[in-house]
């Protein structure tokens, strides 16, 4: 199987999406019964000139001219509210599931982030969130309700026109619908089915392609590579643009053959209706009004028909959505789990790896009491963040223990362990938001005054990076203050205000442990070392892990842990590590070399 195809029959996703009607489902059958009452009151306006026909013929019909002509008015206005009952219903329960359905997609993402999400396309993600999901509401709108309407209406045409008319007329209507509800649609699927697959994998990939494009445009533009770029994207919609079509061909197809079907059974229902008239086997005016109804009754099933385009992309898109919905998060939410106040960490022979083959980490062990500072060194690629991201229990471990007061974290409630572990990184993402807005991520219940508290830490608590979380110098000169628009992930700020929005976060979290992973990258050499005198007086009433390249930024820690091939190589004070002469030195003495480097 290609990695584009539809996993699931075609059947067996139109279950699953049923099923997600639920409490909605009555008010489905409300519309399927609106449908096919409009649908046969529609037919009737028809029929009943067909009726007046048959009396105009000496048909024996007990109604009169005028009863005939004021029923087929009545049946037009009626057919205008039915069918209003039955789209207002269709479209309620598409948008009220299409917001459900967005509701679950949501959730399924905040389980599966932030391990799976991290080798997610957001482009992708960003078209079922869309594209997909609009998809399925033409589903629910306009698909289950005409296969019902369909089928009940082509049963009660089958029987009426066989106690009405004739049998053989009947089973003449009865072929026609067979042929072109069900054998016409099974043999055109294939080839709709992978067109609309093909289609749906194309518009994801351009999206996520475009997307990328857009957020590198300033990459794209000082490498000179814009021309090269903008063939690529002319190149993916050129394909785009054919899977289009073929699309379209095969649907277009699909469609002529249906109406040469139709007319074929209809041309056949009249021939066989003139054949009884001449045998006298049936009357004129009863003929009429069976073939009649017949010509009238097909309506229903060429929906059908026509639906098969749209399913195949139903299907395309309602697989996808379902195998999101089904996906198997990488760490399984602790719900009701274990609480703690925290006192202590501990991790003792801690391994992980992301495919289960090769290990990251191996046997890890470390320790952190309540107001000590840990650093964290290493090579690029050691599995320092790695690690971090495991005491957040964002990734699950494969063996081993991390322990909070002695709790194994697998057994630690989700929410106590985001209320006692905060994270500050070298990129925080920030929303397009206000800044106020963007502090109260980290606390939404929180009082103006404890936002301003945290971003001017230096006047009012001995916390870790006191002057660079005073963010309100430049919060004044912002246009509205607090309520000022900062732009997509902070475009209106400069990287340092970013950061220090981001570590005012943490503040006002003042979650007892505080992750740092290189969160002093983007700041200029004054505030670095104005965290460094910060650090000192946070080990009071605060566990700190650092995550560190810069040697000289660990100098003031409590204990030093050096990873090395995701193995612990070293572990210690600062003083033990230099005295010892081991790979700590090695990088102390090579930075220091580093830093003294000139361009001539």
């Known amino acids: 199987m290609s990695k584009n ?18 409490s909605l489902a009555y008010i489905m059958v409300l519309a399927v019964i609106n449908g096919s009452l409009g649908f046969v009151c529609a037919m009737s306006v028809t029929l009943f000139g067909a009726v007046g026909a048959a009396k105009a013929l000496g048909e024996a019909i007990s109604l009169s001219y005028s009863a005939i002509i ?35 997609i949501f959730g399924a993402l905040r389980t599966l982030c932030p391990a799976k999400l991290e080798s997610k396309q957001k482009g992708s993600i960003i078209a079922m969130i869309t594209s997909d999901i609009e998809t399925l509401e033409v589903f629910y709108a306009h698909t289950i309700s005409p296969v019902c309407i369909a089928v009940i209406v082509s ?40 067109s609309g697959v093909h289609y749906r994998a194309e518009f994801a990939g351009f999206n996520a392609y475009f997307l990328d494009s857009i957020k590198g445009i300033k990459d794209i ?16 919609s050129d394909v785009l643009l054919a899977e289009t079509r073929k699309m379209k061909n095969n649907i277009t197809k699909a469609s002529a053959a249906t109406e040469l079907t139709v007319s074929l059974v209809i041309i056949a229902a009249l021939a066989v209706g003139i054949i009884l008239v001449s045998k006298g086997e049936l009357s004129l005016g009863r003929m009429i009004i069976g073939v009649t109804a017949v010509f009238g009754s097909f309506g229903p099933v060429i929906a059908i028909s026509a639906l098969s385009g749209n399913l195949t992309q139903t299907f395309a898109s309602g697989d996808r959505v379902l195998d999101l919905l089904a996906e198997k998060p990488a760490v399984k939410p ?42 964290i060194v290493g090579e690029s690629g050691c599995g320092k963040s790695t690690l971090l991201k495991l005491l957040l229990r964002f990734w699950q471990k494969d063996s081993g223990t991390i322990g909070y007061n002695g709790i194994d974290i697998d057994r630690i409630d989700e ?18 938001e206000t800044i106020e807005e963007n502090l109260r991520i980290a606390k939404p219940n929180a009082t103006q005054a404890e936002i301003e508290n945290a971003c001017k830490m230096a006047s009012v608590h001995d916390f870790i990076m006191t002057r660079l979380a005073n963010c309100e110098d430049f919060v004044e000169k912002m246009p509205e203050k607090w309520n000022s628009m900062i732009g997509e992930n902070g475009s209106e700020l400069s990287g340092g205000e970013r950061q220090r929005i981001s570590i005012a976060r943490a503040f006002l979290k003042d979650a007892p442990i505080i992750l740092m992973d290189e969160a002093t990258a983007s700041l200029d050499v004054d505030n670095e070392s104005l965290i460094q005198e910060s650090i000192s007086k946070l080990i009071r009433n605060k566990t700190v892990l650092v995550i560190a390249h810069r040697m000289r930024t660990v100098d003031g820690v409590d204990k030093i842990v050096v990873l090395k091939d995701g193995k612990v190589a070293e572990q210690g004070s600062p003083e033990e590590l230099r005295k010892a002469n081991g790979i700590y030195k090695h990088m102390a003495e090579m930075q220091l070399s580093s830093d003294q480097w000139k361009y001539r």
């Not at 026109?161 to 067979?178: D, M, N, P, R």
């Not at 501990?346 to 009491?369: G, Q, T």
Request: charge should be positive; hydrophobic fraction near 45%; proline fraction near 1%.
């Open 70 to 104: 004021a029923l087929a008015i009545g049946c037009g206005v009626l057919r205008g509210l039915l069918r209003y009952i039955e789209q207002y219903s269709n479209h309620y329960i598409a948008f009220r599931l299409l917001a459900v359905l967005r509701d679950k």
């Open 221 to 236: 533009v000082l490498n000179n590579s814009g021309e090269s770029r903008k063939a690529e994207v002319n190149r993916r």
């Open 155 to 194: 049963l009660a045409v089958f029987i009426f026109v066989g106690k009405i008319s004739s049998w053989y007329l009947a089973l003449t209507a009865l072929v026609g619908y067979i042929l072109v509800g069900i054998v016409l649609p099974l043999v055109s699927s294939g080839k709709l089915k992978e």
């Open 334 to 375: 602790v719900k009701n789990g274990e609480k703690f106040s925290f006192d202590r960490l501990e991790v003792s022979d801690m391994s992980f790896s992301y495919d289960k083959k090769n290990n990251v980490l191996s046997d890890i062990c470390l320790s952190a009491k309540k107001g000590e500072i840990v650093g």
């Open 415 to 432: 929410a106590s362990l985001l209320d006692n572990v905060t994270m500050v990184s070298q990129v925080t993402y920030l929303f397009d």
């Open 5 to 22: 195809a539809i996993r699931r029959s075609g059947a067996k996703i139109m279950a699953s999406l049923i099923m997600l009607l639920g």
